[in-house]
């Protein structure tokens, strides 16, 4: 999992709210700083991510609300999955 510094989260929050709030526009409620820093480190970043604080703006303001729903269906399918496991042990 790649890691973003207090420092860089601190930087971009504005990029962030701005998605946010573009998001928040088309209709999508609920979505936190939280869960999108999730999905940048855990998924979209997962290798590495952008090497400049301009490159990672540059990402996060291409990234797409599909994309961001994708990863957090598929991450509620993993824990619908492991949940089932265990119920049958």
């Given at each position: 999992m790649t890691k973003i510094s207090?420092?860089?989260r601190w930087?971009?929050?504005?990029?962030?709210?701005?998605?946010?709030?573009n998001l928040a526009s088309n209709g999508y409620q609920g979505v936190t700083e939280n869960d999108v820093?999730?999905?940048l480190c855990?998924?979209?970043?997962?290798?590495s991510s952008p090497e400049t604080i301009a490159l990672i703006k540059e990402d996060i303001e291409k990234m797409t609300p599909n994309e961001f729903f994708d990863y957090q269906q598929m991450?509620?399918?993993?824990?619908?999955?492991c949940q089932n496991i265990d119920?049958?042990?």
């Amino acid at each position: 999992m790649t890691k973003i510094s207090r420092t860089k989260r601190w930087l971009l929050k504005s990029v962030v709210k701005d998605w946010l709030n573009n998001l928040a526009s088309n209709g999508y409620q609920g979505v936190t700083e939280n869960d999108v820093w999730e999905y940048l480190c855990e998924y979209r970043w997962k290798k590495s991510s952008p090497e400049t604080i301009a490159l990672i703006k540059e990402d996060i303001e291409k990234m797409t609300p599909n994309e961001f729903f994708d990863y957090q269906q598929m991450k509620a399918m993993m824990t619908n999955d492991c949940q089932n496991i265990d119920d049958l042990m």
